[in-house]
T-cell receptor, first 115, second 114 residues
Framework: AAGVIQSPRHLIKEKRETATLKCYPIPRHDTVYWYQQGPGQDPQFLISFYEKMQSDKGSIPDRFSAQQFSDYHSELNMSSLELGDSALYFC??????????????FGPGTRLTVT | RKEVEQDPGPFNVPEGATVAFNCTYSNSASQSFFWYRQDCRKEPKLLMSVYSSGNEDGRFTAQLNRASQYISLLIRDSKLSDSATYLCVVSSRDLDTGRRALTFGSGTRLQVQP
């Protein structure tokens, strides 16, 4: 079965640079979520989109923005990168009720290293 | 106090053992509950949803106690491949903002030894 696809898998950037992470959800899933997981931390929710509209916002810094496109893929844009942004960034997707459940399926993640 | 709390472990058990993890959550309005497993530097993988009636999937049994606000996961006949971090995950909708959030526990490490 098709899974969530994320690209790139690894990214190295310098401080103050920008980065764009991409996510392709499982086909027919209507909701996309972004999470940040720092070393030794549990995943922290950043933002989500339902049917291409932003639905929920978590601890996403103002330097970050995200959107979901007409083909349902999503991009997380990160500007003025800081050393503390180094983390694993996961995208997850779900098909929400009434057509599905709230079960979220995660992509393999993008490992961002800021130097 | 974290919204979802788990014993971090590690739990070191021999192959074939039965091991149980507990998780407590503080938001009584929580609606959906899940167990995920996460291998080192990999993505969380959904293990099972947790229902009030309890559910079983092979060697894995999950239970939910809404009154006491805790969730459990029982693994029978442990295999070496069960070694991972098990994340308790709770989905809640904030009554004030309407925001739906998935909150992760910090995970319980399991190490199954030969």
């Amino acid at each position: 079965a098709a899974g969530v696809i994320q690209s790139p898998r690894h990214l190295i950037k310098e401080k103050r640079e920008t980065a764009t992470l991409k996510c392709y959800p499982i086909p027919r899933h209507d909701t996309v979520y972004w999470y940040q997981q720092g070393p030794g931390q549990d995943p922290q929710f950043l933002i989500s989109f339902y049917e291409k509209m932003q639905s929920d916002k978590g601890s996403i810094p103002d330097r970050f923005s995200a959107q979901q496109f007409s083909d349902y893929h999503s991009e997380l844009n990160m500007s003025s990168l800081e050393l503390g942004d180094s983390a694993l960034y996961f995208c997850a997707s779900s098909l929400n009720p009434p057509r599905g459940s709230y079960e979220q399926y995660f992509g393999p993640g993008t490992r961002l290293t800021v130097t | 106090r974290k919204e979802v709390e788990q014993d971090p472990g590690p739990f070191n058990v021999p192959e074939g053992a039965t091991v149980a993890f507990n998780c407590t959550y503080s938001n009584s309005a929580s609606q959906s509950f899940f167990w995920y497993r996460q291998d080192c530097r990999k993505e969380p993988k959904l293990l099972m949803s947790v229902y009030s009636s309890g559910n079983e999937d092979g060697r894995f049994t999950a239970q939910l106690n809404r009154a006491s606000q805790y969730i459990s996961l029982l693994i029978r006949d442990s295999k070496l491949s069960d070694s991972a971090t098990y994340l308790c995950v709770v989905s809640s909708r904030d009554l004030d903002t309407g925001r739906r959030a998935l909150t992760f526990g910090s995970g319980t490490r399991l190490q199954v030894q030969p």
